[in-house]
């Protein structure tokens, strides 16, 4: 059984946020009595695009998915901060707009550096002795001032150490800045933050919802957007691992943009089209660095992940994000780890039909989608 976890970080706002593999709708016993949406619309602000997914429920029972993803001007996100809030909100009407969705309930993903997930494990303690100290043993654990955070917590499982029986605590943080710049700019493109996550649990999320968890084993999760590679370790069903890699298909464009003095607009073309650069054979050098640089970062991930006590060697590798259509970085992933690669379709699955795809090819969409995708599956496939 997959775990329930969630926390009310936004709590003032009436926001849940998300963690880990739970499916996770307005929960908490006043929200039961609140109207639940027809759907939700997953949406994944990234610093070259926004993506989003809406998933309904047919008469049939199944999922249907309206999807889209369109460009996001340059300069408008920068670290995962909201730069030129106004031109963000656009994007997130345009692709609203350019993928047919209606619905205005919003689960969103805050960028990895403004929360913190943790499991800290406590003497066993009633509720109230827990409320009671939880700030003041977060305070160890959260590397932001606590005044600047919301915080929750969960009892999450029990155990015992020496000094007799314990309870693990899922705690999690989130900037009050950053939940707030988030939630302006999809306010003001008309829609009502609901739910707030991190890219790698909503990718997990998706992944889970399609069984892709079932089978046990070892897996990594990669997300690689322009900016960020999203990784999650999940064994056995459970994440044990996440960590946000501070580069990604941004550094090929950029290293092609230097090697011949284009724009990084022709830069992010050539390196699109194949053609130069990207061909798997013959990479040119810069481009042949950029891999090397991006996947020792990978494998370092992975090293740490390995020197953990109990874990296992990584069965699969599952590639998402824009820029793992790059076939050079997918090509040397599947070269230099000794794993199975695949690449998740979040449409592809049994129970989705895509009904409209908007802002490239389906394969386009479908391979930036999967943050998004899981980001709308928190609450319909709750039901
Ligand atoms: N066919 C392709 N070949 C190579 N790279 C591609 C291709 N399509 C998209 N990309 C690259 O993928 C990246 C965009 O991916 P994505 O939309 O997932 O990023 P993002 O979510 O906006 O970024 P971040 O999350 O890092 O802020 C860009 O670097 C883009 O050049
Ligand atoms: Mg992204």
Known sequence: ???????????????????????????????????????LVGLDIGSSSVKAVEVTRSATGGLVARAGVQPMPSESLAKGAIVNGPVVTDAIRNVLEA??????????????????????SMPRMSPAELA????WEAEGHIPFELRD??????????????????????LAAAKKST???????????????IVVDVAAFALQNAYATYGGLDGGGSLALL?????????????????VFTRDIAAGGNAYTDALRAAHSLTFGEAEKLKKGGGRGQDADTPEPAVREVTERLLLEVEKTFDFFAAKPASARLDRIVLSGGASRGREFAAAIEERFDASVERFDPFRAMT???????????????????????????QVGDR
């Not at 009671?132 to 700030?135: F, H, K, L, R, W």
């Not at 997300?223 to 994440?239: D, E, K, P």
């Open 179 to 193: 939940i707030a710049d988030y939630a302006a700019v999809v306010a003001q493109a008309g829609c009502v933050p």
């Open 1 to 39: 059984m997959q775990s329930r976890r969630f926390a009310r970080l936004g709590a003032e706002n009436g926001m849940v946020l998300a963690l880990g593999v739970s499916v996770v709708s307005r929960m908490g016993i006043l929200s039961r009595f609140l109207p639940r949406p027809a759907s």
């Open 132 to 135: 009671g100290s939880i700030a």
């Open 99 to 120: 993928a047919g969705i209606r619905g205005r309930d919003v689960a969103l993903c805050l960028p990895g550096s403004a929360v913190v997930a943790r499991e800290i």
């Open 223 to 239: 997300n690689a957007g322009a900016s960020t590679i999203n990784v999650n370790i999940v064994l056995g069903g459970r994440s």
């Open 149 to 170: 955070v919301n915080l929750d917590y969960q009892v999450v499982g029990r155990g015992a150490d020496s000094e007799g029986p314990t309870i693990v605590v899922l």
């Open 352 to 378: 989705m039909d895509v009904v409209s795809a908007a802002g490239g090819e389906l394969a386009d969409v479908a391979a930036a989608a999967g943050v998004a995708a899981g980001l709308a599956l928190r």
